[in-house]
């Protein structure tokens, strides 16, 4: 399955969310604008207290998915929540597919056991 909402900034920095099976294939994939993934981000809870492993983290840092292929997110049940707890977002700001696509692919590699890689473009 993939979700395709990069293809319209076809020439930007693109993020990819890769969920992969015990075999390393790719079953899910969500590509993503980066620039909307930022917006996202900005709407999440800022906090220094993050651990190492988490998105945000990474995210503030400018560090792990933004340095390395396939970077794989080991905490994808707290990934999870912080975007269910991002409830502020305007419906202006264009994010609702981008929230759903991320809560979609969470929820199946959860469910199904599998990991959850980010590939920075």
């Not at 930007?12 to 390393?24: N, S, V």
């Not at 709407?43 to 503030?60: E, G, I, K, R, T």
């Not at 794989?72 to 977002?89: G, L, N, P, S, T």
Request: glycine residues 4%; negative net charge; proline residues 3%.
């Amino acid at each position: 399955m993939k979700i395709d909402l990069y293809s319209p900034y076809v020439g930007e920095i693109e993020i990819m969310f890769l969920e992969k099976d015990i075999q390393g294939e790719v079953i899910f994939e969500v590509d993503l604008w980066y620039a909307d993934f930022t917006s996202l981000m900005e709407y999440a809870f800022v906090s220094s207290a993050y651990h190492p492993d988490s998105v945000l983290y990474n995210w503030q840092k400018g560090i792990g998915f933004f340095d390395k292929e396939d970077w794989e997110c080991k905490r994808v049940q707290e990934f999870y929540d912080q975007i269910i707890a991002i409830d502020h977002v305007p419906p202006s700001a264009g994010l609702d597919d981008v929230i759903a696509a991320l809560l979609q692919i969470c929820k199946s590699a959860l469910t199904n056991g599998n990991k959850l890689f980010i590939t920075y473009i």
